[in-house]
């Protein structure tokens, strides 16, 4: 019994800094426009493989495993998708467009809770009728994203990144001729920086190994595509 019980897209942008420094008449803190992409590549290509292909685009590997780069002359975030064009059509999981002043942090969310069978209770009356209750549980899976600009001198912007993946496997078995259900859970996460340009994007990289293999499917890269541009 599966059920996406809800889609929640979120992005929370604070410009409370501005409105109150306007009515103050002090002066006004500098403003960032954030772009975000999030993209889903399946292929049939090795993790090995595809550190390859990463290296040749000058992607650093970070300690967790994760891969990223900077890369020029890029109008809108979907651009740096150009990188990957000898794998298969990357899926948009999510993008969003955001203004917030220098210094705060703006979360981005997508997600979906998924509904499963955690636990039964089977009891039986004084007749000898059997009587099955079935416990539900809720497993939670997605990205959360908060982008944390800083505008520096000639317009460059510090961007931190903190970034969590998470996956929900449901395995199926049985007990008592019952139907039951575990949620397998698994997050990655990726805190990192980036000094941008106005023409500029962050590309941040992940291989994620598939649950089940076969010929077509080997993993998931997973990209996630930060632009960020001081505005006055």
Same mark, same amino acid.
């Given at each position: 019994?599966?059920?996406?019980?809800?889609?929640i897209?979120?992005?929370?942008?604070?410009?409370?800094?501005?409105? /109150?420094?306007? %009515?103050?008449?002090?002066?006004?803190? *500098?403003?960032?426009?954030?772009?975000?992409?999030?993209?889903?590549i399946?292929?049939?290509?090795?993790?090995?493989?595809?550190?390859?292909?990463?290296?040749? #685009?000058?992607? $650093?590997?970070?300690?967790?495993?994760?891969? *990223?780069?900077?890369?020029?002359?890029?109008a809108?975030?979907?651009d740096?998708?150009?990188?990957?064009?000898?794998? %298969? %059509?990357?899926? /948009? $999981?999510?993008?969003?467009?955001? #203004?917030?002043?220098?210094?705060?942090?703006?979360?981005?969310?997508?997600?979906?809770?998924? /509904?499963?069978?955690?636990?039964?209770?089977?009891?039986?009356?004084?007749?000898?009728?059997?009587h099955? $209750?079935?416990h539900?549980g /809720?497993?939670?899976s997605?990205?959360?994203?908060?982008?944390?600009?800083?505008?520096?001198?000639?317009?460059? $912007?510090?961007?931190?990144?903190?970034?969590?993946?998470?996956?929900?496997?449901? !395995?199926?078995?049985?007990?008592?001729?019952? #139907?039951?259900q575990? *949620? #397998?859970?698994?997050?990655?996460?990726?805190?990192?920086? *980036?000094?941008?340009?106005?023409d500029?994007?962050?590309?941040?990289?992940?291989?994620?190994?598939?649950?089940?293999?076969?010929?077509? !499917?080997?993993g998931?890269?997973?990209?996630?595509?930060? !632009?960020?541009?001081?505005? !006055?």
């Open positions: 019994m599966n059920k996406y019980k809800t889609l897209v979120a992005a929370a942008v604070a410009l409370v800094g501005v409105s /109150e420094a306007a %009515a103050s008449g002090q002066s006004k803190r *500098a403003e960032v426009a954030l772009e975000i992409g999030t993209y889903s399946d292929t049939a290509r090795s993790e090995t493989s595809i550190a390859k292909l990463l290296s040749k #685009h000058g992607f $650093v590997k970070g300690k967790d495993g994760s891969g *990223a780069v900077v890369v020029d002359g890029v809108k975030a979907s740096a998708l150009e990188l990957f064009d000898s794998l %298969a %059509a990357p899926s /948009e $999981v999510s993008s969003a467009t955001m #203004h917030t002043p220098s210094g705060t942090s703006v979360p981005f969310s997508v997600g979906q809770s998924l /509904e499963y069978v955690k636990r039964i209770e089977v009891t039986t009356d004084e007749k000898g009728k059997k099955v $209750v079935r539900l /809720e497993a939670d997605g990205l959360s994203v908060s982008l944390a600009p800083k505008v520096r001198k000639g317009g460059v $912007v510090d961007v931190k990144v903190k970034s969590d993946l998470k996956r929900v496997q449901l !395995k199926d078995f049985e007990i008592g001729g019952e #139907h039951l575990l *949620a #397998h859970r698994q997050t990655y996460s990726l805190r990192t920086k *980036a000094k941008l340009r106005a500029q994007a962050a590309v941040f990289v992940r291989y994620v190994p598939a649950e089940k293999r076969s010929l077509f !499917k080997a998931e890269v997973l990209v996630t595509v930060v !632009k960020a541009k001081a505005v !006055k």
